[in-house]
């Protein structure tokens, strides 16, 4: 991935100091004058002094696809975390420019999947199968570029937390074995779903020799699971689920797929953000809801959906930290930059890189 940044760019350190009101005015007041230069993204995960300005929101790959969609736009200002970034850029067209406003917004699921680690993965298990004919790699879309552009290289492609399940017996009906990562919860509750007896999953741990596996567990498997996970989804417990239950009577579970599969198991529904709102906001009012993904999300569906009971599926606050990082300050200063000509945080996957990317999100998107 590479990024710029206008060396004679606005400091961002003069706007940490501003007070929130200020930086709506600001925000907003340069978004009206870049008018239609411009379109800004905003995550489901989001806080809501950066929601507030989106012109869309949703999940990662939505995101993504409506930036395409709009060409006519040329600037892109996308708050999310640098895969979302880096998925906007792959799809953009020519002329669009990406822009993050803050660098370090990253995502810690994404980053236990480092390229290296995939590449001697692939190296070790070649070592031992036809890898090439006998294992497809599937990488979540939640990930680097590179990673996308490793399984479009080898036959591979992308899934998404809602399509994961008819990604993965396409995978099957082309090759015996599936590396799917950095996900492990992800790929596990979507096995565990299609009844893969467990003798036939392994959890493949990037530290250890042959992934910490025996060979003969290796060509046992069907589904080789990388060890990752989403700091916050992976919080939830089943004695949460059991909490609510006991305390609200009638309350439904509903969680996201990337949980444990203790606790999917124990929800009475599961699925991605876009299910989880759509199915909170269609549900009737006076009904209680227990929700287990990010603390943003869940609560700007308790505002929005007041007459309903929603609550955060656990005691302990946990937003998405690095998401967290895109806030006012940083939004504010990337679009007055912007509207000064400046161009701050910019987004580009290289070339190559991009090809191979965009070739596993094309397999996917042709399946979904």
């Not at 980053?111 to 294992?135: F, H, K, S, T, Y």
């Not at 124990?266 to 006076?286: H, M, Q, W």
């Amino acid at each position: 991935m590479i990024t710029t940044l206008a060396t004679d760019s606005l400091p961002l350190t003069e706007y940490q100091r501003l007070p929130a009101d200020e930086l709506f005015r600001r925000t907003a007041a340069a978004k009206r004058a870049l008018g239609n230069r411009v379109m800004v993204l905003g995550h489901n995960y989001q806080r809501d002094e950066v929601i507030e300005h989106a012109d869309f929101r949703g999940d990662s790959l939505l995101l993504a696809k409506l930036a395409a969609q709009h060409a006519d736009r040329p600037n892109i200002v996308f708050c999310g975390v640098h895969f979302m970034a880096e998925t906007a850029d792959i799809l953009s067209r020519s002329g669009q420019t990406v822009i993050l406003p803050d660098m370090a917004a990253g995502c810690s699921m994404a980053d236990m999947a480092a390229i290296e680690q995939v590449d001697q993965c692939w190296d070790m298990l070649g070592r031992i199968l036809p890898v090439e004919e006998a294992v497809l790699p599937i990488v979540y879309v939640n990930s680097a570029a590179v990673l996308k552009a490793f399984c479009g290289e080898h036959g591979g492609l992308t899934c998404t937390s809602s399509n994961a399940r008819a990604i993965v017996e396409w995978a099957w009906q082309r090759r015996e074995k599936i590396l799917f990562f950095p996900d492990e919860h992800l790929g596990r509750n979507t096995a565990n779903r299609m009844g893969l007896p467990r003798e036939e999953m392994i959890v493949w741990d990037p530290s250890q020799p042959n992934g910490g596996q025996r060979r003969e567990a290796i060509h046992r498997a069907k589904l080789i699971l990388w060890k990752g996970h989403c700091s916050v989804h992976q919080m939830f417990q089943p004695a949460h689920v059991e909490y609510f239950r006991k305390q609200y009577p009638g309350l439904q579970v509903i969680v996201h797929p990337e949980c444990h599969e203790d606790v999917v198991n124990k929800a009475d529904i599961v699925g991605s953000t876009e299910l989880i709102i759509r199915t909170v906001k269609a549900a009737p009012a006076g009904t209680s809801w227990a929700v287990g993904t990010e603390l943003n999300l869940v609560n700007r569906l308790k505002r929005e959906e007041a007459d309903k009971k929603v609550f955060f599926l656990s005691s302990t606050v946990c937003q998405c930290a690095t998401m967290y990082r895109i806030d006012g300050p940083h939004l504010c200063w990337a679009m007055e930059n912007l509207a000064q000509g400046q161009v701050v945080n910019r987004i580009v996957v290289p070339d190559d890189e991009k090809t191979w990317a965009k070739t596993a999100l094309d397999r996917m998107m042709a399946l979904s």
